[in-house]
């Protein structure tokens, strides 16, 4: 049993949660992931380490409320807690001084890129942000992206604030304005993470993205989380979950997130009728 | 030579094993609960009756683990079951469990000479009875001998570890379980099906381990969140067990192995099992398993997963294997009732690519027809693909059961640990130690994918080797 000892709602569907798990916060690494299983009838479920205090003992964790566990999750409140939280999991994110680094969050995938973000600042990179989101309301770590950055831009596909258009639109702007960037980071829906590699990969800029894929285990055991990459069969759970983007098959990786479309909605539905229509 | 006839000795028919009540294929494919119903007793006291009591038992030695089966079977006869069942637990410490699962027919009932002209005696039903009379009327926990002050972390809660810890745990250590799972068992909780291995009685055992003082911590991914070397350094464990199993899925080498209906065995049933996906949505996980579904592979696991199918609902459910079906490595009663499940067999059937739509869904599979050459290094002989045979298996949903790799984790994040090149791990016969002093090694991480009993008896020869090297070590100080 892990203590949820803060939570904060971010935005109206997403949400942070530092839980105490002090043996997973003793090691792990930005870009390493948590399985999550919120009650006994819960599913198993990946979440990205968003922060950790190793001093406190606590991970961060931040969700956007997608279907039932994720709103399952979020009905739970400081002093309650989740069943399981089993981590580190994944290859840390490769921190190194390339020069400039372009970390590219979206929606919810921010909370992960700013760890991964601070990490390249802290290697003496120079470092671009991008948060980039449907709306202004949905814009997620803003003022901490900001502090850590060296330029920030903010999109919106509205309008509502900064950029009018997607990360890509920013992205695709400084790559023609001949900057010189030399790795870009991604984080976000796969959609994203594949239109991102597409703007980089005429130049050639090396691009690491971080797969959503969906998993049982996180531990390599049910091979759920299968990718192709180069053309190679690689388990995003051990092998990753960060790849190279122009080597990924981003239309195989989309099929197979809709793989429970369908059954995901039904848990939803019955969840909603139980629950007065959610929150 | 006269020509007179000796009277020909009347010699009776050779008998059949008695037979186990089970549940009607017709009915069982629409649940999860077991199939086999186990004898009762007026059955268990009739085979019995038939062993032979042999003055040179040849069971024995066909068990892994030694069990005294003449013994145990003589306490049948004698209606002591709670004795017989005491003296099964002095070498096996898991009966219910291999008195179901255990490959009989190749083990002790294969050297059974009763079997020469009959049916073998039906050890394993006997087992499986003495075991379950003893659990549903509580057992006393044996003597525990006083705590020796040391401490032994096992990682991994399959067959290998269970046994490891609980006979540490009578010699007096205090032993600690690792699991990365949420649940302790191994195969025996996300692998094998409900319907053939009921949880209850894996959850039974761990609950007497439990009892007998191990500490069991879940969601601990050893070489994750600790390291081997760690657990020895820095948390003061005198010796570490690794009992990790094979558990990394194998998948063939064909187009089509990523689309959306291609799963791993592994991750099917662990969807099922562990997760209780068949109790969707009551429970969160979800299965999906279309009309048609093909399963590749011959061996328990591919039953399983076949059998898992047809309860989900599907329509028709075919194994397809390379060879024919002697070389199934299989136990004999789950192809069995596989087959009076309606389970199709296409064998000498190897897949050449799995065919997906434009969605990624899964419209048919292409296999070849294949023939058996001359035996291969294990034996079997070698299947041989038939030129222009090529067919489509009209199907939606592929399992791919081929076989386990070990997984990885715990030897890449161990310096000085030295494994083969399929990646399992190198250790002393003898002892069960690895090529680090200190750390030992046994069950399908040091074996590849094998069977519940060889994990048990590799759980047991290592539990040993511990307590000789920690014997020594604390007399040498
Ligand atoms: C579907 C299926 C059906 C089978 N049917 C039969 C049968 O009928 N009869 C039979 O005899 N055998 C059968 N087998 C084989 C048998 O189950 C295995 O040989 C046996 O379970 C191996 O035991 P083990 O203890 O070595 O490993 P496992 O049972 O695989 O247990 C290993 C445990 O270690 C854990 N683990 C792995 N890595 C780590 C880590 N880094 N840190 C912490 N924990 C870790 C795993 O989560 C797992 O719980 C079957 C196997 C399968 C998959």
Redesign the pocket.
């Known amino acids: 049993m892990y203590k949820i000892v803060r939570k904060k709602v971010l935005n109206p569907v997403v949400k942070l949660m530092e839980v105490s798990a002090p043996d997973v916060a003793n090691v792990c690494q930005p870009g390493q992931f948590i399985m999550i299983r919120v009650n006994e009838t819960g599913e198993r479920f990946p979440l990205t380490v968003a922060d950790f205090d190793r001093e406190k003992g606590t991970v961060t964790i931040v969700f956007q409320e997608v279907g039932k566990s994720t709103r399952l999750l979020g009905t739970l409140n400081e002093g309650d807690y989740i069943l399981d939280f089993t981590g580190p999991l994944g290859r840390p994110t490769h921190i190194e001084k390339y020069g400039t680094v372009c970390v590219v969050g979206g929606g919810c995938g921010t909370a992960i890129a700013y760890p991964v973000a601070r990490a390249f600042k802290e290697a003496g990179n120079y470092v671009i942000t991008i948060n980039g989101a449907r709306t202004m309301d949905l814009l997620i770590y803003r003022k901490e992206m900001q502090e850590i950055s060296d330029e920030f831009y903010e999109t919106t596909d509205d309008g509502s604030c900064g950029v009018h258009g997607f990360v890509t639109t920013v992205l695709g702007d400084l790559i023609q304005k001949g900057r010189k960037i030399d790795l870009v980071f991604a984080v976000g829906p796969a959609i994203m993470m594949k239109f991102v590699a597409k703007t980089t990969e005429p130049s050639g800029i090396k691009t690491i993205v971080s797969l959503n894929s969906i998993m049982v285990?996180g531990?390599g055991?049910c091979g759920a989380c299968r990718v192709t990459v180069g053309g190679q069969m690689k388990f995003a759970c051990v092998d990753g979950p960060e790849f190279d983007g122009h080597q990924v098959d981003f239309n195989e990786l989309m099929g197979r997130l809709n793989a429970y479309r369908e059954q995901e909605q039904v848990a939803l539905e019955l969840w909603e009728k139980e629950h007065g229509g959610g929150k | 030579m006269s020509d007179e006839k000796k009277p020909k000795r009347q010699r009776k028919p050779p008998t059949k094993k008695v037979p186990m009540p089970e549940q009607d294929p017709m009915e069982r494919i629409h649940n999860f609960n077991e199939v086999a119903l186990g004898y009762t007793v007026e059955l268990a006291v009739a085979e019995a009756e038939k062993c032979l009591q042999c003055r040179n038992p040849r069971c024995v030695s066909g068990c892994p683990v030694e069990v005294p089966i003449k013994d145990f079977i003589a306490l049948i006869r004698e209606g002591d079951f709670m004795g017989a069942a005491a003296k099964i637990k002095e070498t096996n410490s898991l009966p219910a469990i291999c008195g179901r699962?255990?490959?009989q027919e190749t083990q002790c009932e294969a050297k059974c000479i009763y079997g020469i002209r009959n049916e073998p005696i039906a050890i394993g039903r006997l087992e499986r009875f003495v075991a379950d009379y003893a659990r549903e009327r509580g057992e006393e926990l044996p003597e525990i001998a006083p705590k020796n002050g040391l401490r032994v972390a096992i990682?991994?809660?399959?067959?290998?570890?269970?046994t490891c810890a609980g006979d540490l745990a009578k010699l007096g250590y205090e032993v600690t379980i690792?699991?990365?799972?949420h649940k302790?068992?191994?195969?025996?909780?996300?692998?094998?099906?409900e319907f053939?291995l009921p949880k209850e009685i894996v959850a039974k055992e761990v609950d007497y381990l439990e009892r007998l003082g191990v500490e069991i911590k879940c969601n601990?991914?050893?070489?994750?969140i600790r390291t081997i070397d760690q657990l020895l350094n820095d948390d003061d464990y005198d010796a570490v067990f690794i009992?990790?199993?094979?558990?990394h899925p194998n998948f063939l080498r064909i187009p089509g192995m990523n689309l959306v209906d291609v799963y791993s065995?592994?991750e099917f049933?662990t969807r099922v099992n562990l997760m209780k996906a068949y109790k969707f949505p009551e429970y969160d996980t979800p299965v999906r398993v279309g009309r048609r579904v093909a399963v590749i592979g011959g061996?328990?696991?591919a039953m399983?997963?076949a059998r898992t199918a047809l309860r989900l609902g599907a329509e028709e459910v075919f194994i397809v294997y390379r060879r024919s079906r002697e070389e199934m490595p299989a136990?004999v009663e789950?192809v069995d009732h596989a087959e009076e499940e309606g389970i199709k067999f296409q064998l000498l059937t190897n897949p050449v690519e799995v065919l997906g739509d434009e969605k990624g869904n899964v419209i048919g599979m292409t296999c070849v027809r294949m023939k058996l050459g001359e035996p291969d290094e294990s034996g079997r002989r070698r299947p041989i693909p038939i030129p222009n045979s090529e067919f489509v298996i009209d199907c939606d949903t592929v399992i791919v059961?081929i076989g386990?790799s070990p997984?990885p984790?715990?030897p890449s994040t161990t310096p000085g640990l030295e494994t083969t090149k399929w990646g399992t791990i190198v250790i002393d016969e003898e002892t069960g130690m690895t090529s680090r002093e200190g750390v030992f090694a046994?069950?399908?991480?040091v074996t590849g994918?094998?069977?519940?009993?060889?994990?048990m008896g590799?759980?047991k020869r290592a539990a040993r080797g511990i307590h000789e090297y920690l014997t020594k070590k604390r007399n040498k100080q």
């Open positions: 285990d531990t055991m | 699962v255990c490959p990682v991994g809660s399959g067959p290998a570890g269970l690792f699991e990365a799972f302790p068992g191994g195969v025996l909780v996300y692998g094998i099906p053939r601990y991914v050893i070489g994750k009992g990790t199993g094979a558990g065995a592994n049933l061996g328990n696991v399983d997963a136990r789950e059961a386990n997984n984790i715990v046994g069950g399908d991480i994918a094998a069977t519940v009993i060889s994990a590799a759980g």
